[in-house]
């Protein structure tokens, strides 16, 4: 199943959230039935402090990006601050593998449709280092929330982190329709099996996520488990 996420669901961690000063990658797979107006859809968040304590990975800016309707991914360590935005528009009603992550120094935004080959769409080798930022992880929605409508309007199969980076032939894999447990040991993986429940935890990680709003059951194209 997936989770269908009307504006005002989201999930929020029970525990702060952190990056270390190395690879890392968040990986999830979306699927975005609006992106006209000027929202903002926030997949993955944690951090206090716009540009400078933040992990906004990735938001989709409808009305203002170079390019509206593109992913951009934010990070900011405290003392440096990195905006990778890219120039493509994330499809629209279709299932979306879309990749954020720090690859040797390299922070990358890479993303394709359900059953088509990943590519890197942007990124940057502005320097960035650990991030303690002192929240939980929130998903589907902005967690400093600055612009007042960060929701995602869509849905989301599953989220999954590691402290490494993917290759493109594991993307691949990926998007091929691979389980993401199958791929890597992922540090946590969070598929989304249920709604209608108050908590979730990730079977893979162990962490839980307390449940805002009333997220519906949806289909995916994928095994999940």
């Known amino acids: 199943m997936s989770l269908n996420l009307p504006t005002s669901a989201y999930l929020t961690g029970t525990a702060n959230w952190s990056l270390p000063n190395g690879d890392w990658c968040f990986a999830t797979l979306v699927?975005?039935?609006?992106?006209?107006?000027?929202?903002?859809?926030?997949?993955?968040?944690?951090?206090?402090?716009?540009?400078?304590?933040?992990?906004?990975?990735?938001?989709?800016?409808?009305?203002r990006a170079?390019?509206?309707?593109?992913?951009?991914?934010?990070?900011?360590?405290?003392?440096?601050?990195?905006?990778?935005?890219s120039t493509e528009r994330l499809p629209l009603g279709q299932w979306v593998l879309l990749i954020g992550q720090r690859a040797s120094g390299e922070k990358q935004i890479w993303f394709s449709a359900f059953g088509s080959s990943p590519a890197k769409k942007a990124s940057s080798s502005a320097t960035v280092g650990a991030c303690a930022f002192g929240t939980p992880l929130m998903i589907g929605r902005r967690y400093l929330n600055a612009i007042a409508d960060t929701n995602v309007r869509g849905r989301m199969a599953y989220v999954a982190y590691g402290a490494?980076?993917?290759?493109?032939?594991?993307?691949?894999a990926l998007a091929a329709g691979a389980c993401p447990k199958?791929?890597?040991?992922?540090?946590?993986?969070?598929?989304?099996?249920?709604?209608?429940?108050?908590?979730?935890?990730?079977?893979?990680g162990g962490q839980t996520f307390s449940v805002t709003g009333a997220p519906a059951t949806d289909g995916q194209p994928m095994r999940l488990w």
Do not use: H
């Not at 170079?66 to 935005?85: E, L």
């Open 164 to 172: 490494f980076s993917l290759s493109q032939a594991e993307m691949t």
């Open 66 to 85: 170079a390019t509206p309707g593109c992913p951009v991914m934010r990070v900011a360590d405290g003392a440096s601050f990195v905006i990778i935005p």
């Open 31 to 63: 699927r975005i039935d609006d992106n006209a107006g000027s929202q903002s859809q926030c997949f993955i968040s944690a951090g206090p402090t716009q540009s400078v304590l933040e992990f906004n990975l990735v938001v989709l800016e409808d009305g």
């Open 182 to 204: 199958d791929i890597r040991q992922w540090d946590m993986y969070l598929p989304f099996f249920s709604a209608g429940i108050s908590t979730l935890k990730a079977p893979v």
